[in-house]
T-cell receptor, first 112, second 112 residues
Framework: DVKVTQSSRYLVKRTGEKVFLECVQD?????MFWYRQDPGLGLRLIYF???????EKGDIPEGYSVSREKKERFSLILESASTNQTSMYLC???????????FGNGTRLTVT | DQQVKQNSPSLSVQEGRISILNCDYT??????FLWYKKYPAEGPTFLIS?????DKNEDGRFTVFLNKSAKHLSLHIVPSQPGDSAVYFC???????????FGGGTRVLVKP
């Protein structure tokens, strides 16, 4: 079974802090994704990566960056956290070019 | 502008009856559609998918119907069970890759 592990279930950060959300997958998948989930808006794609050191902007990349130094690890970085980044963040992985996405259990981030 | 819309935010159904979840899309380039199910405090899990070359796909109690001319798909759950109580997300993708666009979700409550 594919396992996608997000390092924190809950995080509380202050406005202006730099925040790192970590994600690790154990199935050697090429593709990795970061989504955020907000009520009524569903899941929106922030960034994705098709390979190591490669990244592509999703639909809402503003205020975020990512890092993929190793195939199994994909990090989401909030350079200067703001209250409108309070959300549930979901990491996912998939093999090329097939579906489905395998999701982690999410990190609920609160920015105060 | 949301390219994938689930217009019913919630649905309540009696155990044993049929649950019908609807999803509309606007992008005519979408050619692959998926449904995901999400329990609280867990990541979404893949449920069923359909390619645009088909109009129906069935997997046990779950059937997805696709009407390309109407840009509409639906998920039927028969019979509904209390364990089906969850949030269901519709998602779509174009041929260019496996970047998924999600709808806003429908919360289903199955009453015993």
């Amino acid at each position: 079974d594919v396992k996608v592990t997000q390092s924190s279930r809950y995080l509380v950060k202050r406005t202006g802090e730099k925040v790192f959300l970590e994600c690790v997958q154990d199935m050697d998948h090429e593709n990795m994704f970061w989504y955020r989930q907000d009520p009524g808006l569903g899941l929106r794609l922030i960034y994705f990566s098709y390979d190591v050191k490669m990244k592509e902007k999703g639909d809402i990349p503003e205020g975020y960056s990512v890092s993929r130094e190793k195939k199994e690890r994909f990090s989401l970085i909030l350079e200067s956290a703001s209250t409108n980044q309070t959300s549930m963040y979901l990491c996912a992985s998939s093999p090329i070019p097939q579906y489905p996405l395998h999701f982690g259990n999410g990190t609920r981030l609160t920015v105060t | 502008d949301q390219q994938v819309k689930q217009n019913s935010p919630s649905l309540s159904v009696q155990e044993g009856r049929i649950s019908i979840l609807n999803c509309d899309y606007t992008n005519s380039m979408f050619d692959y559609f998926l449904w995901y199910k999400k329990y609280p405090a867990e990541g979404p899990t893949f449920l069923i998918s359909i390619s645009s070359i088909k109009d129906k796909n069935e997997d046990g109690r779950f059937t997805v119907f696709l009407n390309k001319s109407a840009k509409h798909l639906s998920l039927h759950i028969v019979p509904s069970q209390p364990g089906d109580s969850a949030v269901y997300f519709c998602a779509a993708s174009g041929a260019a890759g496996n970047k998924l666009t999600f709808g806003g979700g429908t919360r289903v409550l199955v009453k015993p």
